[in-house]
């Protein structure tokens, strides 16, 4: 199905009022949760990330880092979940830099560490839920996307915003296949870019990214199917019309633009109803959006999602 006609999402600025009221879910920093960083802050420090920690907060049990670390999709190093943590030794994550250009009136170029000097960093604990119906929960530590995005001063023209992962054969030896068509590409609308709960990740667990979850930067956003968080960022691009997505373009009746966490809208083959949370036995019920609607379901008032899933 080709999605010709998108509408335009609403906008959505009461996200974070609804973020900070929203009590039972998320406890303000400082609240004392179990759930916290695991390194001292010194150490994190000293790689470079000086963050806040625990901003936002969950009372679910986080993933062991084991897990998080060890069982993933990248497919530039493998489409095994154990291939991203045995082979992404050949990354190289520093020096880095993203650039930011398209419909925008100060396109730049963004060095790794200027970007963790110039944001305030902080810890982030969300929900990941992949389209294959597993999920964990990951103290992310990054920044909103939409403070990267205001630096460049975007025109009224860009509607949606297209992220490329890095391709270098010789440092991603998965792009030596044909598995996918590299480099990894994804999109998000532009107010779903701009909703606070969409950050940019530079680290998790206390830590900097290791280099199989994406290293040194990349997107997290949790009220979507996994596949649209991108790793190894190395451009972001402002533009006017949908992008065109790596797995969009593989099998666009599988794998949407929207990509939204939908219980009710299956995948070809195979439910969404339920998801297999690592570390856990019995299934459990899929969220609405991952289970973050207050904040994000008003951008798609009025939008059949099953049209676009
Ligand atoms: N460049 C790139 N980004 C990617 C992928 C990939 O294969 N290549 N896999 C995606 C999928 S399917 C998931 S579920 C998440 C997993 O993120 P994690 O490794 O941090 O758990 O990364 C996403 N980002
Ligand atoms: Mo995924």
């Known amino acids: 199905m080709l999605i010709r006609h998108a509408p335009d999402l609403k906008d959505c600025d009461v996200t974070d009022k609804a973020l900070y009221l929203r009590r039972r879910e998320f406890l303000t920093a400082g609240a004392g949760s179990a759930a916290g960083f695991m390194l001292p802050l010194g150490a994190a420090q000293a790689a470079g990330l000086a963050y806040k920690p625990g901003v936002v907060k969950t009372d679910e049990k986080l993933t062991p880092k084991e897990d998080v670390t060890t069982y993933n999709n990248f497919y530039e190093f493998g489409t095994d979940k154990s291939d991203p943590a ?32 110039t944001y305030p960093l902080e810890e982030r604990i969300y929900r990941l839920r992949c389209v294959e119906a597993w999920s964990m929960v990951i103290p992310w530590i990054g920044f909103p996307l939409r403070d990267l995005l205001k630096a460049v001063e975007p025109q009224s023209k860009a509607r949606y915003v297209a992220f ?18 590299w480099p990894y590409r994804e999109g998000l609308h532009i107010n779903e870019a701009n909703n606070n709960l969409a950050i940019l990740a530079v680290g998790l667990y206390g830590d900097v990214l290791p280099n199989q979850n994406g290293a040194p930067i990349r997107l997290v956003v949790p009220w979507k199917y996994g596949f649209k968080s991108i790793k190894s960022i190395v451009r972001i691009s402002l533009v006017e019309k949908m992008p065109k997505t790596t797995w969009n373009m593989m099998a666009q009746d599988e794998y949407g633009f929207y990509a939204n966490v939908n219980p009710k809208v ?6 969404q109803a339920k998801e297999r949370r690592i570390g856990e036995f019995n299934r459990r019920p899929t969220l609405m959006f991952n289970g973050y609607g207050e904040q994000v379901a008003s951008m798609y008032a009025g939008m059949d999602l099953r049209r676009f899933y």
Request: charged content about 30%.
């Open 164 to 181: 490329q992962t890095l391709n270098d054969p010789k440092q991603m030896p998965g792009q030596r296949s044909g598995v996918l068509d």
């Open 86 to 117: 045995k082979n992404a030794g050949t990354l190289k994550p520093r020096p880095w830099s993203v650039v930011v250009d398209g419909l925008c009136d100060k396109p730049k170029t963004f060095g790794i560490e200027d970007i963790l000097k």
């Open 266 to 271: 299956d995948h070809p083959r195979w439910s």
